[in-house]
């Protein structure tokens, strides 16, 4: 088992930023991909972000791509997630997820096996 806590979600203004953090343990954190997904209102559940086991392999939607920055610090065993240029869009609930490696990165939410509570973020005009 995993288990995964996410921090950082808040009210924030349009333009602005903010800085996700998603901490495991219960496992090896090295030997797991990690992923931050969306899920606003009304929405099924968005791929935003993943990474690799060392950090070095990045993959991103392409809503986000150029804003968000997604890392990781293995001697922490914590996920990051930096937002930047938030937007309403942007408005959601953010969950933290985590699986076992696999040759290639998997986006569908169905395909993580361990997720955290999830922590909002609103951005306001």
């Known amino acids: 088992q995993v288990q995964l806590v996410e921090s950082g979600g808040e009210l924030v203004q349009a333009g602005g930023s903010l800085r996700l953090s998603c901490a495991a343990s219960?496992?090896?954190?090295?030997?797991?991909?990690m992923g931050w997904f969306r899920q606003a209102p009304g929405k099924e559940r968005e791929f935003v972000a993943a990474?690799?086991?060392?950090?070095?392999?990045?993959y991103y939607s392409t809503s986000v791509k150029g804003r968000f920055t997604i890392s990781r610090d293995n001697a922490k065993n914590t996920v990051y997630l930096q937002m930047n240029s938030l937007n309403p869009e942007d408005t959601a609930v953010y969950y933290c997820?985590?699986?076992?490696?696999?040759?290639?990165?998997?986006?569908?939410?169905?395909?993580?096996?361990?997720w955290g509570q999830g922590t909002q973020v609103t951005v306001a005009l």
């Open positions: 219960g496992q090896t954190f090295i030997n797991y991909y």
């Open positions: 997820a985590a699986r076992r490696g696999t040759s290639t990165m998997p986006v569908a939410p169905a395909q993580w096996t361990y």
């Open positions: 990474v690799g086991w060392s950090g070095s392999s990045t």
